[in-house]
């Protein structure tokens, strides 16, 4: 296992509606004559990034004209979706309540992406596996709800409104694209990009968690079949971090200044490099990939696996 390198990264900290589009300058792209460029929605709120923000704006601004007074969300314990959700509450003040994943955790302590969740102000709830399966249904979740009336937000964010916000991700420059990709978990990002997608593109989720709902979950959101999902097991992703993938990641940032995220980003990209070489990949030769963030992960990943390195 390696060390993923953090890379100091000017962020714009200006708050921008639309991402700008950057090219990547592969060799193994352009020997193949693919063009991809990476939609830097990373950049639009760098602390609560990529599509985290657009899939909570439109539920925050539910929340502030409803009866509710604050959030209830859930995550694991290195959650982005958490710690996207702490900063836009402590941003907007409003009472924000995080259920983890985990009752092991409440003596352990905190990682970093837990600890930034605490110090936005979120109250962070841990309950067993079983419990936090049942999600809003479980015993705590049930009790803080009614008790202090609180509007759920589901696991990684995905509903409704959630969509309504992905569906602003894409604009009128991105028609020149005939491929859209985004790494899904939930489906929720992609379901906004293929309801928005202009007639001749293709959305391609790269799926990075074993999850054989997540199709359902996306015909729940969007009726169209411009979209398909591709999952490679031996391209890494999700809780599958190999020392391959990090060393790509890390070069990336040398090559190009891109800082990718290890569970999303990372394998996405990863995964499209390995199929342009393999001439596997179908899809397109015109690619907007789109840079979701989760760069918060990268401190969370070094944590778990720091005992693993050698000194360097
Ligand atoms: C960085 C990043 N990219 C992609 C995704 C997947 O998004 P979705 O759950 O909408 O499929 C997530 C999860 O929220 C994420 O944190």
């Not at 314990?77 to 309540?97: C, G, W």
Request: proline share 4%; aromatic share 10%; glycine share 8%.
């Amino acid at each position: 296992m390696s060390k993923y390198n953090t890379y100091n990264h000017v962020f714009l900290n200006v708050l921008k509606p639309t991402a700008i589009n950057e090219y990547v300058p592969l060799p193994e792209f352009e020997e193949k004559g693919v063009s991809l460029y990476l939609k830097r929605e990373d950049l639009v709120f760098p602390l609560a990034s990529g599509n985290k923000w657009r899939k909570l704006k439109y539920n925050f601004k539910d929340l502030k004209t409803s009866p509710a007074t604050g959030m209830l969300t859930f995550g694991g314990a290195y959650s982005n979706h958490l710690a996207a959700a702490a900063v836009m509450a402590a941003q907007e003040q409003i009472l924000i309540i995080g259920i983890v994943r985990g009752e092991e955790l409440t003596t352990k302590p905190l990682n970093p992406t837990l600890s930034q969740c605490q110090a936005k102000g979120m109250q962070l709830v841990f309950v067993s596996r079983a419990e936090y399966k049942l999600k809003e249904h479980g015993e705590k979740a049930r009790q803080l709800v009614t008790t202090k009336n609180l509007l759920v937000v589901p696991e990684g964010g995905t509903n409704k409104l959630a969509v309504k916000g992905c569906m602003e991700i894409l604009t009128n420059d991105d028609i020149r694209f005939d491929v859209v990709g985004c790494a899904v978990g939930t489906g929720g990002t992609l379901a906004g990009l293929a309801a928005s997608a202009a007639a001749h593109q293709k959305v391609v989720g790269f799926q990075m968690v074993n999850d054989t709902t997540i199709p359902d979950c996306i015909r729940t959101f969007v009726s169209r079949d411009n979209w398909e999902l591709i999952r490679h097991p031996s391209y890494a992703g999700y809780a599958n971090i190999d020392k391959r993938l990090v060393a790509f990641a890390n070069e990336l940032i040398e090559k190009t200044g891109v800082l990718l995220d290890p569970i999303y980003t990372a394998p996405m990209l990863f995964q499209l490099v390995q199929m342009i070489k393999d001439n596997t990949w179908t899809f397109g030769t015109n690619i907007l990939l789109i840079h979701t963030g989760g760069t918060q992960g990268i401190a969370g990943y070094n944590y778990q696996y720091q005992a693993q390195w050698p000194e360097s």
